[in-house]
């Protein structure tokens, strides 16, 4: 029995991983319209940006639990490393910046303060980036248009 149930689970896994594999090669690669307003540089900035705030707010919460408790997991204060202690910042503030957060840590005191800021900074970022796109296709749409419009009094 516990043969058949891993063998349904490696192949649900790998057609997820499939799946998902193809449906992102089709929206980088494949354009159904005339054109597409995929960017790879947009894309490779937005997860550096992404990475950066993740790592600064991360040694952020890192140094300030050296002058006090910033960060409390599972509502106890926990005696840890110095090594587990920058772990568990990273991990809050990834968890912080990319979504409402688990409830597994918690900010104490100015923490909480600094979480809000960086939550709003993860819900900020993709609209920001989004915008920029349709910016861009914007011009480009109107340089479209302006070329035509050459075009047409010759």
Known sequence: MKGGIMLIAIVSILLIVALMSGSLYSFIYHKP???????????????????????????????????????VEGGVLQDVSVLETLAHSLYFSGVTLMTVGYGDITPVGWGRLIALIEAIIGYLLPAAFFLRIWHQSLDSGEEEKDEKREVDYL
């Open 33 to 71: 319209y005339k054109r597409s307003y995929f960017s790879y540089e947009i894309f490779y900035t937005l997860i550096l940006v992404y990475f950066v705030v993740l790592v600064s707010f991360g040694l952020l919460y890192f140094v300030l639990s050296f002058n006090g408790i910033v960060l």
